[in-house]
Structure formats: structure tokens, C-alpha cells
């Protein structure tokens, strides 16, 4: 299994993104608090500290909900109803001119959704940041919480 550090993953480019607090980074991932903290001490996942609380790096924890959504659970998909409101983290932005195709996870769930370039810019719609998938029929809609 390989380490996944902010580092490791941040280009020197990118500006910098939110950390989130074990308890939410274990929300956005569908897990307990207890099984953030194993993987940190596992070094699954880097964590620092910030104002004495132990915090992941936005990049590295988009990353980490992509690998695990790349294999997700059937015995915990089974008993996950879903919702039209699911709070998740932002994985990948594809922008061009006019279109941009926003990927998350949410819990065990790969959300894609296409919206305006303006809108992603406006939201702040980049790896490692929260946001909520509202999803309404066949229409996905993105929203920072």
C-alpha cells in the first residue's frame, strides 16, 4: 500500500487547499473517526498538525477517497440508502472554455457532474475541497456547504 502524502501529490503550481480535522475528514470518507486516526497511524495517510489538532491536507484526502472509491464495499453499499443531499470532496475539475466536468466521492459513491466553467470557478470547485452533490432525477447539482 503506498503512503499518500500532501507533497507527493501537490503541484508546485497549485494553490493551497483547506485541511480538514480527522472527525471531517472520516464524514467526507464515509468512515468513523477511529479509522481515520488507524490509517494515520499506519501512515495509510499523512496527517499534521494545525492549532494542536491533528489535520489531513485537502489533496491528499481527495486522493485517498478516489483509491477507495475505486473499490467500494457491496456490504456497505447494500445498507447505504442514497440521499438527495450527499456531502462529499471534490477529486478531480476538468475545465475548457465553457463546460467543466466535476468529479467527487461521496461516502462509497463516484459522483460526476457537468456544470458551467463559471460556476466551478465561482465555487472554488478544485481537488481536496467539500462540497455537497444535490441530486434531483438525472440532474446532479454541486454546491459548496
Known amino acids: 500500500m503506498r503512503r499518500l502524502s500532501a507533497q507527493s501529490l501537490r503541484r508546485c503550481d ?41 489535520v489531513i491536507d485537502g489533496i491528499v ?4 477517497a478516489s483509491e ?13 440508502s442514497a440521499r438527495n443531499r450527499m456531502l462529499g470532496i471534490v477529486t478531480k475539475t476538468t475545465l475548457d472554455t465553457v463546460m467543466a466536468q466535476v468529479e467527487m466521492v461521496c461516502g462509497p459513491y463516484r459522483i460526476v457532474s457537468l456544470m458551467s466553467a463559471e460556476a466551478a470557478v465561482e465555487l472554488g470547485l478544485e481537488p481536496g475541497v467539500s462540497a455537497v452533490a444535490s441530486i434531483k432525477s438525472t440532474n446532479v447539482v454541486v454546491e459548496r456547504p
Open 14 to 54: 497549485t494553490p493551497p487547499v483547506t485541511s480538514y480535522r480527522i472527525a471531517e475528514a472520516a464524514e467526507l470518507l464515509g468512515v468513523s473517526d477511529d479509522t481515520v486516526r488507524r490509517w494515520v497511524d499506519a501512515g495509510r495517510i499523512e496527517a499534521s498538525t494545525e492549532n494542536g489538532r491533528a
Open 61 to 64: 484526502l481527495a486522493a485517498l
Open 68 to 80: 477507495l472509491a475505486d473499490a467500494p464495499n457491496p456490504d456497505r453499499t447494500k445498507a447505504v
